[in-house]
């Protein structure tokens, strides 16, 4: 196993190595030299190969390619991916018969007494009746079915899946999940929040532990394809830091990676500092050193905290019955010199969360925290941001469930004086904000190229006559190239990733053309012709 890092030679490109200006394409180097993962010379092709030759380095001839820093999803689920994905995909099947014919078939498919399992569920289809498992039950009569909503907020049980999970009435939980029931206490089959859905996600039989692996060395060779060179993993957990570790070991982990540990309400002190205790876990392409929390749920289900209420009169509770325990949890982790990401969807949970991170005090040379999605702002909200040191991590491309009639459930929730405060990327960066960007995959499909496409143009990309939502918040393709690559980079920290100079790391994302000057509708089905991981090439167009 190479744990140098890997040598490759490139000539024949167009660089973009945002180092002179954010963004700017340098000079007259069209090629560049990486030795033991990281680059050593930028120059003329012939510089470059004279070099290379002497090196007895690989030189590839990228013929008029552009090369740009590697890709960063700022927000990302692979691991929890692998498993949530094994299923089938419900996108798209909006009426609860489309979704009764899907799991009949792969009901008539799966051999008998297997646990049926869908992602990608919309709300959708149980606007009328709420989420009820019942529904679906005789699409597979006897069988456990478990379907996960695609924001990975809710979930829906059928009545065997329920049982053999032994979730019979409500429950109480240390944060806001909920087992929702009806009047008489049998349980709907809709698990709202992680805690109350992984009852009975952990009653489903799991894969054993080099299946496990291998569907997370192949779920990364599956980001790499669509030039995803690193990510932050927003959900980790000691199982992923093991795997991370065997996976470098064996020499096949293809990503740059930072693991954010996963936070629980109900974690103790003790618990807190054990994630502490072992914050230095690192290898040459994975870091620990991070968290992520959450402060509120999502607009669909009024779990989000508002500064008003939505039309349904909810999104006025914190995810946490103590505030103040939120408060301590923070300074602890922030005090042992990790990096804080917190989930905060509604416009109140931002503001509550800057108020927290604003008594924090500073910590020469360590970047500040993140806020993840911010999804709704107030213009109080943006204010507040701006010159608060944090780090807006958004996902612009989740505006692809809004209606342009605004019929949608976010839209109806949040109400028409509201539903244009949604995902102010612009606002965010005209106040002087660091902005990343990233998919919260598998939320919102994983592809860089997509999130830079809704970005840039608010609308759904191919379709030129698509509505555009908010045209005011659109970004330049500069800012959008920049907010997934050198934008993360400096915001976590790394003054050797985001830029093409000496001394940085070799992840590079080789496009057919320049992403930047690519139109906003073409950019998605833009060809990827190589990525590179630590010198190494992870993925190569056929």
Known sequence: MDHHGGDLALIGAHLRTQTALDGAVDGPATALLIRA??????????????????LGVEVRDVA????????????????????????????????????????????????????????????????????????????????????????????????????????????????????????DGTPTGELREPTAYNLVFDAVPQPDHDDERDALRDMFRRLAAVGLTGGAIMDGKDRTVDLLAELEERGELDHRLTVHHWHAVGDTDADVQRVIGAKDRAGRLWATGAIKLFSDGVIDTGTAWLHVPDACGDGRVPFWPSWERYGEVVRAYHDAGMLIATHAVGDYAVSRVLDVYATLPERPGLPFHTIEHLEVLSDADVEQLRGSGVTASMQPLHMQWRAPDNSDGWATRLGADRHDTGYRVRDVLDAGVTLALGSDWPVAQY????????????????????????????????????????????????????????????????????????????????????????????????
């Open 64 to 183: 008029g390619a552009t090369i740009t820093p590697g890709l960063f999803d700022s927000h990302t689920h692979p691991h929890w991916a692998a498993s949530v994905t094994a299923g089938i995909d419900l996108g798209g099947l909006e009426t609860v018969d489309a979704l009764r014919d899907a799991i009949a078939a792969e009901h008539a498919r799966l051999p008998e007494g297997a646990w049926l399992r869908g992602w990608n569920l919309e709300y959708e289809a149980f606007e009328h009746t709420g989420l009820r498992g019942d529904l679906l039950a005789d699409a597979a009569p006897g069988r456990p079915v478990v379907l996960i909503c695609y924001d990975l907020h809710t979930a829906l049980a059928t009545a065997p899946a329920l049982a053999a999970a032994g979730v019979t009435g409500a429950r109480a939980f240390d944060d806001a999940s909920e087992v929702v029931v009806d009047a």
């Open 447 to 542: 592809d860089p190229r997509l999130g830079m496409a809704w970005a840039r143009g608010r609308h759904t990309p191919g379709d030129p006559s698509a509505n555009v939502f908010e045209p005011s918040q659109r970004l330049t393709g500069e800012e959008a190239l920049l907010a997934y690559t050198l934008w993360p980079a400096r915001a976590r920290g790394h003054a050797d990733r985001g830029t093409l100079e000496p001394g940085a790391v070799g992840d590079l994302t080789v496009w057919a053309a320049d992403p930047v000057a690519a139109d906003v509708d073409a950019l998605p089905e833009l060809p990827i012709v190589l990525t590179v991981v630590d010198g190494r090439v992870v993925h190569a167009a056929e």
């Open 37 to 54: 993962g990281r680059i050593e010379a930028l120059g003329s092709d012939a510089e470059i190969v004279e070099i290379a030759e002497s």
